[in-house]
């Protein structure tokens, strides 16, 4: 058999295999025509019943489309639920195409979703309503907090929704599935290692009025409103003491010193009751 045999034999079998595949192919296209079909159809009648039985406003009014914009979804609950089902279908039209086709690797792999997918809808369900939990209590901890005069409750708000998302975060990709092992710990040092910097920094910026404080207490039985004191060059009456500070008043005004003056400086009592003239 010389070249040009051979290459009519090459080109005739693969003609055949291409005729005897081609209704397959067919076949495929069309069942895929017909899910995409079916699959926009049944998206459509769902979002219609869910907007026509209010799905979007309790979605409102739960807090779902705040989630939504956070992850830059401007649609409404109904949309998405809508979305899901449609792809959920197209899968499922898919796995038949393969089947069709003959390719068993796609189907395993689909299949292998579909059971996995109980799995992924409890761990989205977890960061949902995590998510809407902690906005929440974010609300709740910067409304308490400005409500009894904290100043920076927004900071802390956000900084307690942030703390409450990481932890649901973790928790829905433990649910998934996923390894957080390193995740966690890696998390624990970073803020075991916040929590004491915030710990050091505070008790140093806080030591001058601990100190007053301290002072304040153990020199209230000494001193007292009325007193006519001499504390270094300066004579005067007290007019106030609190917690962190005294009042003397002097000829030139009234001067304020740090309560922590009546346990470091020498303090010259000159009259219990200010001398009449």
Do not use: C
């Amino acid at each position: 058999m010389n070249f040009l045999d051979s290459l009519k034999v090459a080109f005739s079998s693969f003609l055949q295999v291409a005729i005897d595949f081609l209704p397959i192919v067919a076949a495929a296209i069309f069942l895929m025509l017909i899910g995409w079909l079916i699959s926009k159809f049944i998206s459509s009648l769902i979002r219609k019943g869910l907007v026509a039985a209010s799905f979007d406003q309790l979605g409102e009014k739960v807090g779902v489309d705040k989630l939504l914009n956070r992850i830059k979804i401007d649609k409404g609950a109904s949309w998405v639920v809508a979305k899901i089902a449609y792809w959920l279908l197209i899968l499922v039209f898919v796995t038949a195409t393969a089947d069709v086709l003959g390719w068993d690797m796609v189907t395993m792999a689909i299949s292998s979703f579909f059971a996995y997918t109980p799995t992924l809808a409890v761990a989205l369900l977890i960061l949902i309503v995590g998510m809407f939990l902690a906005e929440k209590i974010k609300s709740a901890t910067t409304t308490t907090a400005e409500s009894i005069g904290v100043s920076g409750a927004k900071a802390i708000g956000t900084i307690v929704y942030y703390l409450l998302l990481i932890i649901v975060v973790i928790s829905a990709l433990n649910q998934a599935g996923v390894d957080t092992t390193l995740i966690t710990s890696h998390l624990t040092i970073f803020f075991g290692g916040l929590l004491l910097a915030f710990a050091i920094s505070y008790g140093l910026a806080s030591k001058d009025i601990v100190s007053n404080m301290l002072s304040s207490y153990y020199g209230k039985g000494k001193y007292k409103e009325g007193q006519v004191l001499k504390i270094g060059d300066i004579e005067g009456k007290v007019i106030q003491i609190d917690n962190l500070s005294i009042t003397l008043e002097h000829q030139s005004g009234k001067v304020i010193f740090p309560t922590s003056l009546l346990l470091t400086q020498p303090i010259v009592i000159i009259s219990d009751i200010e001398s009449e003239d």
